[in-house]
Each structure stands twice: as C-alpha cells, then as structure tokens.
C-alpha cells in the first residue's frame, strides 16, 4: 500500500512569488492534515480536513496560506505571496484513526 | 511553558546498552501519546503509541506513560547503531483524531 506522498520534494522561490503543494493521503483516509517545521523549531500543527471539510485551521499563520482538499482526495497548500519566514519543510499526514502516518515532506526555500 | 517538553540532547548511548528518552506534556485533557523517530532529512516515523497508563512493549521498545506525573518516556533496548535519530514526543489532545502537538525531540547517538 502506497504511503502518503508529497510533491515537490524541493521548492525554492523568490519572495513574492507563489509556491503550491500538493499531498496525496494513504487512500481511504478521511482525515489529512498539515505540518510545518521552520529551522531549529519543533514541528508545528497548521491545519486538519476531514474528507473536504476543514476541522481546525487555528494553526494557519496567515491568509497568505489557503489550503484546499477538493473532493476529499489529495490536497494543495498555497503560499501567496511567500515570505522568507516561510522557509521550511511542510509535513503532510493522513490517518484512518487516531495514528498519523507523515508524507516525506516538502522543503521550501524563499530567497 | 511548552505544551510537550524533551530534552534535546544529544543522548550518547553505548551500543547494546539501553537508551531512556523522556517527555513531560501541560495540558491534563491529553489523550494518545506518539513517539516518532526521524532521521536527518527524512519524515517523521511513527514507532509507538500509547493511550493508557503502563507500559507497552514492542520489541526492543517499551513506551511508558504516567497521566498522574504528565510523564511519556521511550525505552530502547539492546540499542544499535541504526537508532541514531531524533526521537520526537507527540500528543493528541483528543481521543478524536485531531492535531498532534510534537515536541522539539532529542537526538539519540547510539556508539558502536
């Protein structure tokens, strides 16, 4: 069974521009979820769909983030414009349950 | 205060001794406890998880979790080289599938 799945793995912008991430959840999971680690901090919640619906967005920094999951399957994180301060790797995670398997991660560099 | 506190190490352990990795959390209402091992530049890799005070084995692993204390620990034995990683402490606050709160985690180096 295929695991969750990021694309790209690597990003790297200028500020100002725009930059979309893609995560394919393990299928059948209705619930998938976003992460962001930023250099030397700990892991951070951003934001948690249930099937196409948003449960919790108390994590998003800003509205220069939008996140979509349309139809329940995959989901994009959008960052527009981008900010240097939003250089790190964003997690996505998906689980059936109570345990979230992590996708490999995207690294976002903003110069 | 931080919601899920670990000492970030790093854990120098002899190989084939037994690694101890701890965790305190804040908020009482919290209700699964997660233990993820990363290795440099990978993602997040669940190893154990546990739900109810006690202990639960899993091969060379044991996770412990003391609600009264707020206190989840990880413990490695016979630990090899290839448990050189950060181990990060997770929490979820609901018994729900919600967000997980992580730790900074420590980083364990296991020596041959």
């Known amino acids: 069974e295929a695991g969750v799945t990021q694309f790209p793995s690597h990003s790297v912008i200028e500020k100002g521009q725009t930059v979309t991430l893609r995560c394919d959840p393990i299928?059948?999971?209705?619930?998938l979820y976003w992460y962001r680690r930023v250099m030397g901090k700990e892991i951070k919640f951003l934001l948690h769909?249930?099937?196409?619906?948003?449960?919790?967005e108390s994590g998003m920094p800003n509205n220069r983030f939008l996140a979509e999951r349309t139809g329940g399957t995959y989901s994009t994180l959008k960052v527009q414009p981008a900010e240097l301060e939003d250089s790190g790797v964003y997690f996505c995670?998906?689980?059936?349950?109570?345990?979230?398997?992590f996708g490999p991660g995207t690294r976002l560099l903003v110069l | 205060q931080k919601e899920v506190e670990q000492n970030s190490g790093p854990l120098s352990v002899p190989e084939g001794a037994i690694a101890s990795l701890n965790c305190t959390y804040s908020?009482?209402?919290?209700?699964?406890f997660f233990w993820y091992r990363q290795y440099s530049g990978k993602s997040p890799e669940l190893i154990m998880s546990?739900?109810?005070?006690g202990d639960k084995e899993d091969g060379r692993f044991t996770a412990q979790l003391n609600k009264a204390s707020q206190y989840v620990s990880l413990l490695i034995r016979d630990s090899q080289p290839s448990d050189s990683a950060t181990y990060l402490c997770?929490?979820?606050?609901?018994?729900?599938?919600?967000?997980?709160?992580f730790g900074s985690g420590t980083r364990l180096s296991i020596r041959p």
């Open positions: 995670a998906s689980s059936g349950g109570r345990t979230q398997y």
């Open positions: 299928s059948g999971h209705d619930n």
């Open positions: 769909f249930v099937k196409e619906s948003k449960q919790d």
């Open positions: 908020d009482r209402g919290s209700q699964s």
């Open positions: 546990i739900y109810s005070n």
């Open positions: 997770a929490v979820n606050i609901k018994s729900s599938a919600s967000k997980i709160i």
